[in-house]
């Protein structure tokens, strides 16, 4: 069997790697690798931790306030706590210049889903249409990462968008607010969807029932600074079982520079030690990129640069346009709220569009236990009016995440640019939305609005936020998977067209991003291909 050397250690790297070894390979897996704090009070729930807590301040906003989201019209509603600074770390060596777009990128162990809210539906074949595999394809490697994570579901009016599967476990206890929304539901459904609206309950990564050494959500609160139990999945536990196998083996500390080449095919990966010090060549028989579309595609990018003295660009950057829609459920006003509970979204929403690959994707997030000042201070009013309003309302507002889909267009491109005589390169990232952009936002939240009033919810004016490119991370479309072999694409296998023992593993490879998150299907198609390494 091969040594596999993957690069990265997120969603798409782990789950290869589990496979690669289920298949008899070994497996080298280089990474910068930073590492998730020890979980504090692990036992206390929300509220808990409030009142325990030696400096709750410090640990809910930072020690220098940090992590305070500053009033924007671009800011989201919540910002990540200090607990999850260390998904956002970039070495010093990683820069970037863009323009139309805001990066995200992660170095931790697990990569970006270490902070993830565990949103995972399945594309249909609609969806489908543009990869080079079907539902059918890829079925079997979604039921395998759902007995790997853990999923919760219902089956109800969500499968209709996303087919349910028989691995699922039972669904979380919904929250009050939650249950009130899907009565309301259950009362105006054929209305609903006859304006092509459909509600039902989230498809999430998180355990109703124990799995493995992982417990099962004891709704303690406090998801957004790092369930204890880990009943919400990231794939540092899937890290910490690999770790264990004999034929694995784990290099953190170290950050890829570039790989080098001869006669179509990769003869070693060159990375710079996080703490200094002189660059390293690792070798294997096949090499698997698995850093993520941003990180992957400089990766790309650098070693072209470095064998031909070449500056090149790819194109077709995609990423899901993102709004974030708050709304007051009337019913719910003057209610108390219930902090111990699942703190993010318990519902999913899908809306038709004009066709069936442009359906219009969500997840409502009724507020519980969360900082609350980001919405405080989004209030056209003063602040305290707005503490005011807040504490007589809180039990009744929610936040709904909508996304929609995005295409490859040539205009949007990663490319990379020397720093004078250093010998690095930045990513220089251009992303401009297409014509049609504007006229889908605004018609999506025409439906948002019409179908939440009839769920008996008002949007408040003016506090609809339109997050920039780049917000929703859900990066994908620059070396797309392509049957007819081209320069810079990869086979239906994500086998890389230009160099024979070199696998693209994750969103990099899409040649299409519908609106769902895709990091359940980012996992199930890198369990796909490397069953076929």
């Known amino acids: 069997m091969s040594t596999v050397l993957i690069v990265g250690s997120g969603a798409t790297g782990v789950h290869f790697a589990m496979t690669s070894l289920a298949r008899g390979h070994d497996v080298l897996m280089l990474d910068v690798g930073h590492e998730r704090p020890a979980a504090v009070l692990p036992d206390a729930d929300f509220n808990g931790l409030k009142e325990n807590l030696d400096d709750p301040v410090s640990y809910f906003l930072g020690p220098h306030g940090e992590t305070v989201v500053y009033p924007s019209r671009e800011a989201k509603f919540y910002g990540f706590p200090p607990s999850k600074s260390y998904v956002f770390a970039s070495p010093a060596r990683f820069s970037t210049h863009s323009n139309g777009f805001e990066p995200v990128t992660s170095f931790a162990a697990g990569g970006l889903a270490e902070a993830w809210t565990g949103g995972v539906y399945s594309l249909n074949d609609a969806e489908l249409a543009e990869f080079p595999c079907n539902y059918q394809d890829l079925e079997p490697h979604y039921q395998e990462v759902a007995r790997r994570i853990g999923i919760s579901a219902a089956n109800d009016d969500i499968a209709r968008f996303a087919p349910f599967s ?3 476990q039972p669904p979380l206890d919904p929250d009050e607010h939650s249950r009130l929304l899907l009565r309301r539901y259950d009362k105006t459904r054929a209305s609903l969807n006859r304006q092509g609206f459909f509600l039902g309950r989230s498809r999430v990564a998180v355990l109703s029932r124990d799995l493995g050494d992982r417990k099962a959500c004891d709704y303690l609160g406090r998801c957004l600074w790092g369930c204890p139990r880990e009943s919400l999945y990231a794939p540092g536990a899937t890290l910490r079982q690999l770790r264990a196998h004999p034929r694995f083996r784990y290099q953190p500390g170290v950050y890829v520079e570039h790989f080098t080449r001869q006669e179509g095919r990769v003869t070693g990966v060159v990375a710079t030690p996080v703490g200094g010090g002189e660059t390293v060549t690792f070798t294997a028989d096949e090499y698997v990129l698995a850093a993520g579309t941003l990180c992957t595609s400089r990766i790309v990018l650098e070693s072209v640069y470095r064998s031909t003295g070449q500056v090149m660009e790819l194109s077709g950057l995609m990423d899901n346009r993102q709004m974030m829609i708050p709304f007051i459920t009337l019913r719910m006003l003057g209610r108390p709220v219930a902090t111990h509970s699942y703190q993010f979204h318990q519902i999913a929403l899908g809306m038709t569009g004009n066709r069936p690959d442009e359906y219009v994707h969500g997840q409502v997030t009724a507020l519980k236990a969360a900082a609350i000042h980001p919405i405080v201070q989004s209030m056209p009013v003063d602040m305290r009016s707005a503490l005011g309003i807040f504490r007589a309302t809180h039990a009744a507002l929610g936040v709904a995440n909508v996304w929609l889909h995005d295409r490859r267009r040539a205009e949007n491109v990663l490319t990379i640019q020397p720093e004078g005589d250093s010998g690095r390169t930045k990513l220089v990232i251009r992303y401009t939305p297409d014509a049609e952009d504007g006229e889908r936002v605004r018609r999506a939240l025409r439906s948002m609005r ?10 408040p004016p003016g506090m609809t936020k339109i997050l920039p490119q780049g917000a929703s991370i ?21 086998r890389s067209h230009d160099f024979a023992n070199l696998t693209l593993a994750d969103g990099a490879t899409f040649p299409f991003l519908p609106a769902k998150n895709l990091t359940y299907t980012l996992m199930a198609n890198a369990v796909r291909i490397a069953s076929n390494l």
Do not use: R
């Open 450 to 459: 019409k179908a939440l009033w009839k769920l008996g919810a008002i949007i």
């Open 474 to 494: 859900h990066y994908a479309g620059t070396m797309p998977m392509s049957p007819v072999a081209k320069p810079l694409t990869v086979s239906p296998d994500c």
């Open 166 to 168: 028989p691995e699922y």
